[in-house]
T-cell receptor
Framework: AQSVTQPDIHITVSEGASLELRCNYSYGATPYLFWYVQSPGQGLQLLLKYFSGDTLVQGIKGFEAEFKRSQSSFNLRKPSVHWSDAAEYFCAVASRGGYQKVTFGTGTKLQVIP | DAGVIQSPRHEVTEMGQEVTLRCKPISGHDYLFWYRQTMMRGLELLIYFNNNVPIDDSGMPEDRFSAKMPNASFSTLKIQPSEPRDSAVYFC?????????????FGPGTRLLVL
């Protein structure tokens, strides 16, 4: 069965600092991979996704993620964090073929300090 | 497109009352999902539909929960009778087929509080 691990429950960074949120997955092959962001009181918004091709994926709001097959990872990065990036971030994995069941990680809550 | 629409956005009810949550998926999407989000359990898939037909309801916690999708543009999730432990945020999502894969798009959620 597929699974997703986000090892960091809570991360605090200073505004302007770089950010990396970790995501590891377990799946028998290369899955589809997603990052979603949830601002307080809001729904989940898709930041970016990886289906195939270039392993460095660009998303909205200046985020990017890199798929590393050898490490079963799909870490999210941003070179300079803004206060408005404070939110909860969810990594998700979907199987290929058929229904493409999606499994979400437990989320990483990002706090940005001035 | 307006995105996935959910109503109500907030619901406060008393234990034992019936609660109905509503969802309008994005036009043209053929899958619809209901999720529940709590601090303790995170994001859980309750049920999903394909072309208005329920495919997998194994995530529905118990018989008090039921979901319907009478047409491609409307779905309901009903809890009867409601209990305090049902308090959560309920999300509806619909799915779009990209060139290779499929992406789920979420509504803003319904925040349910059962007293």
């Amino acid at each position: 069965a597929q699974s997703v691990t986000q090892p960091d429950i809570h991360i605090t960074v200073s505004e302007g600092a770089s950010l990396e949120l970790r995501c590891n997955y377990s799946y028998g092959a290369t899955p589809y991979l997603f990052w979603y962001v949830q601002s307080p009181g809001q729904g989940l918004q898709l930041l970016l996704k990886y289906f195939s091709g270039d392993t460095l994926v660009q998303g909205i709001k200046g985020f990017e993620a890199e798929f590393k097959r050898s490490q079963s990872s799909f870490n999210l990065r941003k070179p300079s964090v803004h206060w408005s990036d404070a939110a909860e971030y969810f990594c998700a994995v979907a199987s290929r073929g058929g229904y493409q069941k999606v499994t979400f990680g437990t989320g990483t809550k990002l706090q940005v300090i001035p | 497109d307006a995105g996935v629409i959910q109503s109500p956005r907030h619901e406060v009810t008393e234990m034992g009352q019936e609660v109905t949550l509503r969802c309008k998926p994005i036009s043209g999407h053929d899958y619809l999902f209901w999720y529940r989000q709590t601090m303790m359990r995170g994001l859980e898939l309750l049920i999903y539909f394909n072309n208005n037909v329920p495919i997998d309801d194994s995530g529905m916690p118990e018989d008090r929960f039921s979901a319907k999708m009478p047409n491609a543009s409307f779905s309901t999730l009903k809890i009867q009778p409601s209990e305090p432990r049902d308090s959560a945020v309920y999300f509806c999502a619909s799915r779009h087929r990209d060139f290779e894969g499929e992406t789920q798009y979420f509504g803003p959620g319904t925040r349910l509080l059962v007293l």
